[in-house]
């Protein structure tokens, strides 16, 4: 079993050994027994607080290099007829602390029925798929911070996706 212990910088430049897929729930594990795509084992030992995204590269003591991919996983696509109802919808999922990763005119939570029904009631229109789900990290960039954790910021999903905001 190889160890994985240390997570390398955002957009280090890297030969990529090998592949974990994970779903949410567990990409926010520090202390982790996975299996990597290759199929060999590792056990993960991260810093506590660390929320691994897709794409994040991880290294082992070795120096193997671990890429994370988000695993599909149940999740609802919710749309709005208007910019405003949208926001009506993602203030209410807030309220209630939902995870919830922002689009393009769209959001996207790990299937609930209950929040479905209220975001039907709020005249939401929702899809379950199965997709990838990389939620924002919160207005903090999410978990705890240390020293060398400069590029927090950089990991927001949103931030990948306009590096530019």
Known sequence: MININKRLGVFQQSKVDDQLVLPFDLRQRSRLR????????????LDRGTIMRGGDLLETEDGYVVEIVAAPQAVTDVTA????????????????????????????LEQDHVLNEMLVGLGMTISDQNAPFEPEAGAYGGGHRHGGDDDNYQ???SKRLNPNA
């Open 81 to 108: 007829k208007t910019p405003q109802a949208l926001m009506c919808a993602a203030y209410h999922l807030g309220n209630r602390h939902v995870p919830l990763q922002v689009g393009d005119g769209w959001l996207r």
């Open 34 to 45: 996975v299996t990597l795509s290759s199929g060999r084992e590792a056990a993960l030992f």
């Open 155 to 157: 990991r927001l999903p």
